[in-house]
């Protein structure tokens, strides 16, 4: 297994107890790193081959969020566009493969608008409860990227050429990143949860791995070095 495999485990546990600790030093340093390492790893194992270049535009612009949103005067919508754009870079790298279509994608699509479209309206109502209707419409559109990101992730189960372990993978990697987020802006938006923020940087942390992983063993055919 690669090196930068390690490190990026090693930079997320550095996070997370940072979270833990409430220490800032600990998140500014692990939090980064965790995705620098991942892109390098991305990086090292596929050369940039095929369509791997869209993974790593996507992890670039989730370094840059994760940066914005982590700044001592946090950059919120610089952020949320930080990550708005790397759920695209995502959504290219899935869909260059045909995927079929049937029965269970619409079933798919139904339960991912039902889901996004109860999501939103919490959201939206927190932020107009707290004084900041203007967040409606960023968040609108930052709740459809990252719905057609779970959806296209999904779909590569449905598209041979991937193959069942690498699907496997990006799809938990995108639930994960669903999860993150909506746990993310509920804590923001709509109320505090227990030990949320922790939650919020472990599922975002295992969802970028978990993707990776899956990018990864899809275009080399092995994770190890």
């Not at 987020?181 to 227990?194: E, I, Q």
Request: net charge positive.
């Amino acid at each position: 297994m690669s090196p930068f495999f390690f490190l990026a485990l090693l930079a997320m546990i550095v996070d997370w107890v940072g979270r833990l600790r409430s220490s800032k030093p600990l998140e500014y340093i692990g939090k980064p790193l965790a995705i620098v390492f991942l892109l390098a790893w991305l990086v090292q194992r596929t050369l940039m081959a095929g369509g791997a270049g869209w993974f790593a535009i996507a992890l670039a612009f989730s370094l840059v969020g994760d940066i914005l949103l982590m700044l001592p005067s946090e950059r919120f919508i610089g952020g949320l566009a930080a990550f708005f754009l790397a759920h695209l870079a995502y959504i290219v790298g899935f869909n260059l493969l045909p995927a079929r279509f049937g029965l269970p994608t619409f079933g798919l699509a139904a339960v991912l608008v039902a889901l996004g479209a109860w999501v939103y309206a919490r959201l939206s109502a927190g932020v107009r409860a707290i004084g900041k209707p203007a967040l409606q419409a960023p968040l609108l559109l930052y709740s459809i990227v990252l719905a057609a990101m779970l959806f296209s992730a999904v779909q590569c189960l449905s598209r041979p050429a991937w193959g069942l372990p690498p699907a496997l993978l990006v799809s938990l990697g995108a639930g994960l990143f669903f999860l993150s987020d909506t746990l993310h802006a509920w804590n923001k938006f709509v109320r505090p949860l227990w030990l949320g923020s922790i939650l919020v940087h472990i599922t975002y942390h295992l969802a970028q791995l978990s993707i990776a992983a899956g990018v990864i063993l899809h275009y080399s055919g092995s994770l190890a070095a």
